[in-house]
């Protein structure tokens, strides 16, 4: 099975890991089982980011928000949706903006407690969300940079 570079085309030997040519990596892991390992990803760009999207956009017109600020989140949302699905550089860029956004926002929701008083634990939400949702969501974008150019 001969392989070609994804980035310039040319041709390259079945055990390549980069490309002679132009130095890109070969995305041989994510090749051999796509569905399962762009899960996440399907997920992500197209279910959970058109969500907030819609949802943002919902807040703004009925002013539930702070107009602004829920038509750019709107916006963000389904930009940031659009350029994944076109497996865009500046997608997969924006896309660390958009998980860091996600995960301060739980962090600052987790800061409250039940009857909806916040009270400060930022300090330990902050982190909790740092390893529980940022450092998952960088080793995965991490390992599927190849796929956006
Ligand atoms: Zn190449």
């Given at each position: ?42 997920l ?65 929701v ?40």
């Amino acid at each position: 099975m001969a392989i070609e570079c994804t980035h310039c085309g040319v041709k390259l030997a079945d055990k390549a890991v980069f490309c002679h040519w132009c130095k890109t990596p070969v995305p041989r892991v994510i090749e051999q089982d796509p569905t399962k390992r762009l899960r996440w990803l399907k997920l992500w760009s197209y279910v959970f980011l058109p969500l907030f999207c819609v949802l943002f956009g919902l807040l703004a017109v009925q002013n539930q928000m702070p107009w602004l600020w829920a038509s750019l989140a709107a916006l963000f949302s389904g930009v940031t949706a659009l350029g994944l699905h076109q497996h865009k550089r500046w997608g997969w860029t924006l896309n660390w903006a958009m998980v860091t956004a996600v995960g301060l926002t739980l962090a600052g929701v987790l800061a409250f407690d039940d009857s909806g008083r916040f009270v400060n634990k930022l300090f330990l939400t902050v982190p909790m969300m740092g390893f529980l949702w940022f450092w998952p969501n960088y080793v995965y974008w991490r390992k599927r940079s190849v796929l956006f150019t």
